[in-house]
């Protein structure tokens, strides 16, 4: 059974920043990537960054420039740098992982959420 639990969200100021973490427990595919999602007020949860196991990193063209994800194997934790935060980016962030079946990866495992409020 995987596992996913976030911590590091909180209340900030725009322009400030805030660290996300993601600790991960239980097998993960050495074959598939994780990543952050976010889900803002009244939209629908959108992917905000991904990492692959070799390292690639893809981010959404309202974060790029001001987000860094990184992963550390051997911790099994992912991380979300967030910096030049704007009331935009408020959300509730969740951390997810790729399962691979049947040579495919799909986004099949989900944390809790944590929550992140930036305000002006």
């Known amino acids: 059974q995987v596992q996913l639990v976030e911590s590091g969200g909180g209340s900030v100021q725009a322009g400030g920043s805030l660290k996300l973490s993601c600790s991960a427990s239980?097998?993960?595919?050495?074959?598939?990537?994780m990543g952050w999602y976010r889900q803002r007020p009244g939209k629908e949860r959108e992917l905000v960054s991904s990492?692959?196991?070799?390292?690639?990193?893809t981010y959404s063209d309202s974060t790029k420039g001001r987000f860094t994800i990184s992963r550390d194997k051997a911790k099994n934790t992912l991380y979300l740098q967030m910096n030049n935060l704007k009331p935009e980016d408020t959300a509730v962030y969740y951390c997810?992982?790729?399962?691979?079946?049947?040579?495919?990866?799909?986004?099949?495992?989900w944390g809790q959420g944590t929550q992140v409020t930036v305000s002006s």
């Open positions: 997810a992982a790729e399962r691979l079946s049947f040579d495919y990866c799909s986004w099949s495992y």
């Open positions: 239980g097998y993960i595919s050495s074959t598939c990537g």
């Open positions: 990492i692959s196991i070799d390292g690639a990193t």
